[in-house]
């Protein structure tokens, strides 16, 4: 299957069309396995990547930064099409992949150099790519994007644009590749979910599977800056019900800020977010913060808050602070942050030489937090209170609140620390007020002093295919800052522009409280939100952990069992 040069772009690209075509989750797995065991162990690696749409691991900070508008640019170059006419397609199709893929078999002119397409080749030019900096690397890129449409056929457009974008539209999510691998190289899935929820690198963790079996993957631990996926709580409905499910629990304060996952070893703090992206660079006080207060060779989990005047800021306070590029110190003049630690997952030098202590019960982490960190200004260790009566629950909740923040965690003792995993070892409670997570899919510009500023925004669920379906939009409960920002961040994904209406590449997650939901024909997911109101931009948050039609269709049935 692969030529001298490893696996053809065009190999993958069909492989990627037969994907397309499927919705079975085990004929996915099934297919998938199969492929994997024909790849050289040079192309697995950038095979486990590129089929789940990415180009680098999610915590690399290393980005392509490719959008939409250096995509049309280039495919307007290398074809001599229009840009209208490139955005018809996109209307057209739905989707820039199939614009690209159309464009391509109508391009007005021919190239007079081409390369051949294969993944090892993408990867040195992505790599390229994400080297680039200053003021002349936009056309750089674009250089390079023309070169790479050049050479490539139609169905191989379709899939470098999707690649460049992060969506690849096949349905082919982490179980699917987990399981994939698992199968391929004749491992467990439970042994290759572990190896990667300690890696967050599904190539790696495929590559080891081939070559070492399941004593291999056994051998992947926890290391300091490679970040590990974070553990999840589920809802609970009472301090009642959260009770009789742990029994006695670590009640803590729930933060309204977002969680921090900060790696302190080899003299080097690294920081990253929910998201698992590097947030260090924008975070600078916290690094300062860690290195006074923190012994080092640990990787610890918390949350870090905008704070002033000893109240938390708006949750959007601290997003700003962890998007800031530019201008870092008037930020942090502007947005103090405190960060309230609560969990420690890798401990060097007070434990065994591997460091990692996720296995250890929750009490004897906390333990070890104790030791390795001194409350200092800005730094904290999280208070913890054990009890049974759920009364002492609501007590420690009311004071969250008055403070504040969103709530308590209840956290059973004994616990280890579960990478990625939501379940009932962690239970959050928080104020009655039901809000859906959903992605931001389009838009409208805004009439008169608004015209500048998109001012509604079209939002979507998950349906059973991991596809994004309308479920309305939102017009009220931004700020003119919120829109400004809102602007800001949303414009270099905008897709399609016709009129006043805009259509984005899926990217960003809101927050919205609802009156009610209702059925309706209006959006393809049968369902609208009653005088939904915007609550926050949710940018720790991916869209695959947006709501699924599923739980709004309970949220739905719900309803009328709530008014019986």
């Known amino acids: 299957m692969a030529g001298e040069n490893g696996l053809s772009f065009t190999e993958f690209s069909k492989f990627c069309s037969e994907l397309e075509k499927i919705s079975s989750t085990l004929e996915l797995t099934a297919k998938i396995s199969e492929f994997l065991q024909r790849l050289r162990d040079d192309d697995i690696y950038n095979f486990c990547l590129f089929i789940t749409g990415k180009i680098y691991p999610q915590w690399d900070e290393r980005e392509v930064g490719v959008g939409v508008g250096l995509i049309y640019e280039a495919l307007r170059l290398t074809t001599g099409l229009k840009r209208n006419k490139i955005e018809e397609y996109v209307r057209d199709t739905g989707d820039l992949g199939l614009a690209s893929e159309l464009a391509l078999k109508r391009k007005l002119q021919t190239s007079l150099f ?120 589920q809802v609970a409905e009472s301090p009642e019900s959260a009770i009789n499910d742990i029994g006695e629990s670590a009640v803590e304060w729930k933060f309204d800020g977002t969680r921090v996952q900060i790696h ?69 003049e502007k947005t103090p942050i405190e960060v309230n630690l609560f969990d420690i997952l890798y401990c060097k030098n007070r434990t065994s030489d591997a460091g990692e202590v996720i296995d250890l019960p929750y009490t004897e982490r906390r333990r070890l937090l104790e030791l390795v960190v001194k409350s200092n200004n800005g730094i904290r260790i999280a208070k913890s209170h054990l009890t049974s009566d759920p009364n002492e629950v609501r007590r420690i909740f009311e004071n969250a609140i008055n403070a504040g923040h969103e709530g308590v965690m209840l956290k059973k003792p004994d616990s280890p620390y579960i990478p990625g995993k939501r379940g009932k070892n962690w239970l959050k409670l928080k104020e009655v007020m ?13 009439e008169g002093k608004r015209s500048h500023l998109i001012s509604s925004f079209t939002l979507a669920c998950i349906d059973e295919n991991q596809e ?52 309706s024909p209006k959006y393809e997911s049968g369902y609208a939100l009653r005088f939904p109101r915007f609550v926050r931009l949710r940018d720790d948050k991916d869209i695959h952990e947006a709501d699924t039609i599923e739980r709004i269709s309970k949220l739905y049935e719900s309803q009328f069992s709530s008014n019986r």
Do not use: C
């Open 264 to 332: 302190y070893a080899d003299g080097k703090v690294t920081i990253f977010s929910r998201r698992l992206e590097n947030v260090t660079h924008a975070l600078p006080d916290v690094v300062e913060m860690v290195k006074k207060s923190v012994e080092s060779g640990v990787i610890l989990d918390g949350e870090a808050v905008a704070m002033k005047d000893g109240k938390p800021l708006p949750f959007q306070h601290i997003l700003q602070r962890f998007r800031r590029k530019h201008d870092v110190a008037k930020a942090m």
């Open 434 to 446: 039901e809000t859906l997570d959903l992605v931001v899919v389009g838009g409208e510009w805004g």
């Open 468 to 519: 994004l379906i309308p479920v309305g939009r939102v017009a009220t409960g931004f700020t003119e800052e919120d829109l400004e920002e809102l602007t800001e961040l949303l414009k270099p994904d905008i897709e399609v522009e016709e009129g006043k209406k805009i259509v984005f590449r899926p990217k960003y997650v809101f927050e919205v409280a609802y009156q009610e939901i209702q059925k």
């Open 114 to 233: 081409t390369e051949e397409l294969t993944l090892s080749y993408l990867r040195y030019v992505f790599d390229s790519m994400s080297s680039l900096s200053g003021e002349k690397s936009q056309k750089k890129k674009i250089r390079m994007l023309v070169d790479l449409f050049s050479s490539a056929s139609p169905i191989e457009a379709r899939y470098l644009t999707r690649l460049l974008l992060g969506e690849m539209r096949l349905g082919v999510g982490e179980g699917i590749l987990r399981d994939a691998i698992a199968k391929a190289f004749g491992v467990d899935s439970s042994i290759v979910e572990r190896a990667y929820m300690v890696t967050n690198d599904f190539g790696k963790v495929a590559i080891i599977a081939k070559k070492e079996g399941e004593d291999g993957l056994r051998k992947l631990k926890i290391t300091p800056h490679t970040p590990v996926r974070m553990m999840l709580a």
